[in-house]
């Protein structure tokens, strides 16, 4: 069901995209374009959130967590709530309050580094790979969020966000 809702919500927003400063109801012109793009990044990225919250809910998801999960995933090791912390997407979330959530869920298991007792070893338990395993079929809706831009166009958006950040 969730899937042709999106459909829906994508193919509407496809008829009707709007420039930014239509979605905001901005009426004066922006200052240049360097104001117009941050402020287009900003709705976008919220919009974005909010879309993949959404998708997440029914999974009893948040962002984070999910981002937690998935860093945990790709390491294949346990590691320290240090290094998941570095890997973040967002480098402001409690690291040390989302694993805890995640532990309470069962997602996460911990156990004390043997090389030093001071930091905690975070690892995906067998509920946390199953949880993913099933998550897999959002890969396509996620996909669809970004749809109305061709693969070379997302490649080239890539690249534009990359040399902001230089």
Same mark, same amino acid.
């Given at each position: 069901?969730?899937?042709?809702?999106?459909?829906?919500?994508?193919c509407i927003e496809?008829?009707?995209?709007?420039?930014?400063?239509?979605?905001?109801?901005?009426?004066?012109?922006?200052?240049n374009e360097y104001?117009?793009?941050?402020?287009?990044?900003?709705?976008?990225?919220?919009? $974005?959130? @909010?879309? &993949? /919250?959404?998708?997440? +809910?029914?999974?009893?998801?948040?962002? *984070?967590?999910?981002? #937690?999960? !998935?860093?945990?995933?790709?390491?294949?090791?346990?590691?320290?709530?240090?290094?998941?912390?570095?890997? $973040?997407? @967002?480098? &402001? /979330?409690?690291?040390? +309050?989302?694993?805890?959530?995640?532990? *309470?869920?069962?997602? #996460?298991? !911990?156990?004390?580094?043997?090389?030093?007792?001071?930091?905690?070893?975070?690892?995906?338990?067998?509920?946390?790979?199953?949880?993913?395993?099933?998550?897999?079929?959002?890969?396509?809706?996620?996909?669809?969020?970004?749809s109305e831009i061709?693969?070379?166009?997302?490649?080239?958006?890539?690249?534009?966000?990359?040399?902001?950040?230089?």
């Amino acid at each position: 069901m969730f899937k042709h809702y999106l459909c829906i919500v994508v193919c509407i927003e496809k008829d009707f995209a709007m420039k930014i400063k239509d979605a905001i109801h901005q009426k004066k012109p922006f200052r240049n374009e360097y104001h117009e793009v941050a402020v287009n990044l900003i709705y976008t990225l919220n919009w $974005l959130n @909010d879309q &993949m /919250s959404r998708m997440f +809910r029914p999974y009893g998801l948040t962002m *984070k967590q999910y981002n #937690v999960l !998935r860093i945990l995933q790709g390491a294949g090791q346990p590691l320290s709530t240090s290094v998941i912390r570095e890997r $973040l997407l @967002d480098k &402001m /979330s409690d690291t040390s +309050r989302i694993v805890d959530r995640l532990y *309470k869920k069962g997602l #996460v298991a !911990r156990d004390t580094c043997p090389n030093d007792k001071r930091l905690v070893d975070v690892y995906l338990s067998e509920q946390g790979k199953e949880i993913l395993e099933k998550m897999c079929e959002l890969e396509g809706e996620l996909d669809l969020l970004l749809s109305e831009i061709n693969r070379e166009e997302a490649k080239q958006l890539s690249q534009l966000l990359d040399k902001i950040r230089k």
